[in-house]
Each structure stands twice: as C-alpha cells, then as structure tokens.
C-alpha cells in the first residue's frame, strides 16, 4: 500500500556516543553511524519511495543519502522544521547539564534512559519544552508553542504527500530527523502516541492511513545496530 510514511532518526554521532546535548549544533557521525547508514539504505532499497523530506542538519542530511542509496532519482527536500528542539545554551554541553534542572522542576532526578521521562510527558511534551526555554541561561532555547509551530508546518508538507503519493499509488514517504523531534511529530499525527521507550540511533518508525488518521507500527531497530 503506498501513502505510509516511514520516520527515521539520524545515525550515530559523536555527541551522541559522548552524551552531549546536539539540538541545532553538528558532530560528524561515528564508524557505527555510518555503519547503520548503509544498513538503512539495504533496508529502504526495497521500499517504493514518491518523496523524503529531512532537518537541514548534517547529520539528518548524510543519514538520508544512505537512506535513498537505492534511490538515486529522488531528490530529498530539506526542511528546518525538522530541526531537532533547540536547546540554546545547553547546545554541546553534557546532557545531564539540561536534564538534572528540567527533572528537578518535574520532581524527579534524571538518570540516562530514565523511566521517569515517560511520567512527564505522558500528556505531551509542552511541559518539558517550557521548562528547558524558562531555564535556558542564554534565553535562546524554544518553548512549546515555537516548536509545536513549525511541527505543525512539517507535517502538513508530509502529510500532504503522503496522501497525493496514496491517490496516485505512488509509493511511500521517508522523513530523516530527530529523537526528541521524532516523538513530538509522531505525538501530533497520533493523538495519546506514547512511545514505551526512546528511539535508537537509524530506528525507523512507519505509520501507515487508517480511516481518516493513522497507526503507527512499533519501533524498528534493525539498522541501529550494525556490525562495524
């Protein structure tokens, strides 16, 4: 069936392997990142693509031309949209350097993976965007409304061709962005969507037409975890 719409987010990267906070800031990818590229390709040459829209960061742009390695006539659209939340004065900075506050006001204490994260945004994610631009000690980091903004925009553009590729068979849609980014697209296209635990590194998520909304498959994780 075409019309389905696969989410990717990007490869493993130096930041991530070192547990620093990334959000509009890049790190090249590592041997395993690149690895899980070429592992992503393999899985999507199959795959019937009409279109791939991808964050006009580094690492989104260099995890998308391995993803369309089997598809060489298609040309992905880049979209700031897509950008990963922004995180102002945090951006490089070691995660627990936002984390350990942003827990604190939910009350909580932040450990990596976290279940707690879960609780906190079990009915969204404006919370936590709030909590991050209230605390920001540079002021630049977004707040919900900002990032709910331009998720919105990303998802009509998606959404509007992954419908057009379904009425003309044409094929499917591929997205390349973010962990944080990718929850929030998936929380907006699927009301009450909760994923049981985050995305991995090349983890593809496929949501697929159902009725007048969508479904979602669980996480697919075969590309995280290549052999380098």
């Known amino acids: 069936m075409s019309g389905r719409i696969h989410f990717v987010r990007h490869a493993e990267t130096l930041f991530n392997v070192n547990g620093q906070l990334q959000g509009w800031c890049d790190s090249p ?12 390709g393999e899985w999507m040459r199959d795959v019937p693509l009409a279109a791939a829209f991808m964050s006009d960061l580094t690492r989104t742009r260099t995890t998308m031309a391995g993803a369309l390695a089997g598809h060489p006539q298609l040309v992905p659209t880049p979209m700031t949209e897509l950008r990963e939340w922004h ?27 976290s279940a707690a994260f879960g609780a906190m945004t079990a009915n969204g994610f404006d919370s936590v965007l709030d ?21 919105t925009v990303a998802l009509a553009t998606v959404v509007a061709a992954a419908n057009l590729a ?12 973010h962990g944080a980014v990718l929850g929030t697209l998936l929380r907006a296209l699927i009301p009450g969507h909760r994923a049981t635990a985050g995305f991995p590194n090349c983890a593809i998520v496929s949501v697929s037409p159902q009725g007048d909304g969508w479904v979602a498959a669980t996480v697919d994780a075969s590309c995280a975890a290549p052999l380098v």
Not at 87 to 110: C, K, M, R
Not at 131 to 151: K, Q, T, W, Y
Request: aromatic share 6%.
């Open 87 to 113: 995180f102002g004065g945090w951006e490089g900075q070691p995660n627990a350097s936002l984390w350990d506050p942003v827990f604190a006001e939910h009350g909580t204490v932040y450990s990596p993976g």
């Open 166 to 177: 379904l009425q003309q068979d044409a094929g499917d849609i591929v997205v390349v962005t």
């Open 131 to 151: 909590a991050i631009h209230r605390l920001d000690p540079v002021g630049r980091a977004e707040n919900a409304a900002a990032v709910n903004a331009r998720m």
């Open 29 to 40: 990818l590592t041997a395993r990142g690149e690895a899980q590229v070429a592992a992503l």
